[in-house]
């Protein structure tokens, strides 16, 4: 089985929103997230139908995931749209493109706790002026959670999938199981930041474009940078068909 990391999401989705009902997508986050978790348990993942996703039950427990595109582009925010207006066309394609790659997405539990937001709605709604949508700022909340510290503005949302982030044990395993080690350092303490970080107190959207082009570009290099880490981790882990 091959996995273009390349291939546009949107080209095969049946509505403005892969996340939900692009095909190659599901099968892709099936084949790269159903894999053997950090302690070596099978975790492997089935598709369902609509509205849920993709699904595991085993003596592990039972959790449905969704998907969730994590690159934030602000093309349409209130806040940024004028920015990003001033850039070049092909500029503005090139990063809403990238974003709708393999490593531009992520997989999180859709099922909602207490009917509490979802990490998904949390990430863009209850805590859109301290998140965002970004994926940098996400992981600063999980390295938290997995340290104890529920005080980040996804603390409390994190702590009720509680059982999920077991699954990984720690912030490395976790890391590690997504392929996302090019978005923290070496060591696995500290997060690579799209933009200068000040513990959740700015607005996580660029203020000016001074601060959008440099927090476009750390984007796109991350998910580049994770997109070669998914062609490689395919090569050696998934068999060809």
Not at 14 to 32: E, G, I, K, V
Not at 68 to 84: G, H, K, L, M, N
Not at 92 to 115: E, H, L
Not at 191 to 214: E, G, H, I, K, M
Request: aromatic share 14%; glycine share 6%.
């Amino acid at each position: 089985m091959t996995i273009d990391v390349g291939f546009d999401f949107r080209s095969d989705a049946t509505s403005d929103d892969p996340d939900r009902t692009s095909p190659t997508l599901r099968l892709y986050h099936q084949l790269l997230w159903g894999k053997r978790l950090p302690d070596g348990s099978p975790f492997d993942l089935e598709k369902v139908k609509p509205p849920e996703y993709l699904h595991h039950r085993s003596e592990l427990g039972e959790f449905f995931l969704s998907s969730d595109s994590v690159i934030a582009t602000y093309r349409f925010a209130e806040r940024a749209r004028q920015i990003v207006d001033q850039l070049p066309d092909d500029e503005v394609q090139r990063f809403d493109y990238v974003g709708y790659t393999i490593g531009g997405t992520m997989v999180f539990p859709s099922n909602r706790v207490d009917g509490k937001p979802t990490i998904n709605g949390a990430r863009g709604f209850t805590c859109r002026t301290t998140i965002g949508d970004r994926m940098d700022l996400t992981l600063e909340c999980i390295r938290r959670y997995y340290l104890g510290d529920t005080s980040t503005p996804l603390g409390a949302t994190l702590a009720r999938y509680a059982e999920f982030f077991a699954l990984f044990q720690d912030f490395r395993g976790y890391v590690d199981h997504f392929l996302l080690q090019d978005l923290v350092t070496e060591d696995y303490q500290a997060v690579r930041f799209f933009l200068p970080f000040d513990n959740f107190v700015s607005s996580p959207v660029p203020a000016n474009l001074t601060a959008y082009l440099p927090f476009r570009d750390a984007s796109i290099a991350f998910v580049e940078a994770r997109n070669k880490r998914i062609a490689a981790w395919v090569k050696t882990n998934l068999p060809l068909n």
